[in-house]
């Protein structure tokens, strides 16, 4: 299995920028698609956006898409997303996630990170 560990987040205005990372343990990260989520109070975890294995393809939920952007360093096992243009709307808890499905098409989110709290000031 792999062990996920998110940083990065904090306080900032809005129309500010912040980056998150997720750090990944084991030898077959990149052998994993990876997502990330949020999670706001009182409300539904949410898909904000993966990148596929090879850092190939990202796929972004439309309340982010232009302001955030999902990559990853498979040769430092770590995923990052970059997030600019933030507004109060994004303040959450934001989570990675890694998917083991080697089926094409199908997502299977297996492991989890602990979070990072992400809040935006008006």
């Known amino acids: 299995q792999v062990q996920l560990v998110e940083s990065g987040g904090g306080l900032v205005q809005a129309g500010g920028s912040l980056r998150l990372s997720c750090a990944a343990s084991g030898r077959t990260f990149s052998r994993y698609a990876m997502g990330w989520f949020r999670q706001a109070p009182g409300k539904e975890r949410d898909f904000v956006a993966r990148i596929s294995r090879s850092g190939g393809s990202t796929y972004y939920a439309d309340s982010v898409k232009g302001r955030f952007t999902i990559s990853r360093d498979n040769a430092r096992n770590t995923v990052y997303l970059q997030m600019n243009s933030l507004k109060p709307e994004d303040t959450a808890v934001y989570y990675c996630?890694?998917?083991?499905?080697?089926?094409?098409?199908?997502?299977?989110?297996?492991?989890w990170g602990q979070g990072t709290q992400v809040t935006v000031s008006s």
């Open positions: 996630a890694a998917d083991g499905s080697t089926i094409t098409g199908l997502q299977s989110y297996d492991y």
